[in-house]
């Protein structure tokens, strides 16, 4: 829809502000890093790690920001279409984000409502 009103070679300047936009670094994910810390996290950004599924705005969002990413193939995009996006290079792929969790694929911490006898894994 901008692209008619503004043209491409204009000398006035679109900002982008969402996780894969150009100053998407010093909005979304400094604020998300700025919540990490109110949480008590140092928030050295070497152990810092964004999830998503999209190479435009997921992965593009963690390197502006000096994360490291992990492409999740359950949404949008898929590690084998990596090569079209040569900028933004996800770090680490999971198949979902289930695979990320410290139990496994998967396996999730039981839960107990009031009165259940709850499950196994």
Same mark, same amino acid.
């Given at each position: 829809m901008l692209r008619?009103?503004?043209?491409l070679e204009s000398q006035?300047?679109?900002l982008c502000c969402g996780k894969g936009g150009n100053v998407g670094a010093s909005f979304m994910m400094e604020q998300a890093i700025e919540m990490?810390?109110?949480?008590? =996290?140092?928030?050295?950004?070497d152990t810092i790690m964004t999830v998503g599924d999209r190479f435009g705005t997921d992965v593009r969002g963690a390197?502006?920001?000096?994360?490291k990413s992990?492409?999740?193939e359950s949404g949008c995009e898929q590690?084998?279409?990596?090569?079209?996006?040569?900028?933004?290079r996800a770090t680490y792929w999971a198949p979902s984000v289930d695979y990320i =969790?410290?139990?496994g694929p998967g396996r999730y911490e039981p839960s107990f409502d009031s009165g259940s006898q709850g499950h196994s894994l």
């Amino acid at each position: 829809m901008l692209r008619p009103v503004v043209p491409l070679e204009s000398q006035d300047r679109i900002l982008c502000c969402g996780k894969g936009g150009n100053v998407g670094a010093s909005f979304m994910m400094e604020q998300a890093i700025e919540m990490l810390k109110q949480q008590g =996290h140092s928030g050295e950004r070497d152990t810092i790690m964004t999830v998503g599924d999209r190479f435009g705005t997921d992965v593009r969002g963690a390197a502006h920001a000096g994360l490291k990413s992990c492409l999740v193939e359950s949404g949008c995009e898929q590690i084998r279409q990596q090569d079209f996006y040569p900028t933004d290079r996800a770090t680490y792929w999971a198949p979902s984000v289930d695979y990320i =969790h410290p139990l496994g694929p998967g396996r999730y911490e039981p839960s107990f409502d009031s009165g259940s006898q709850g499950h196994s894994l």
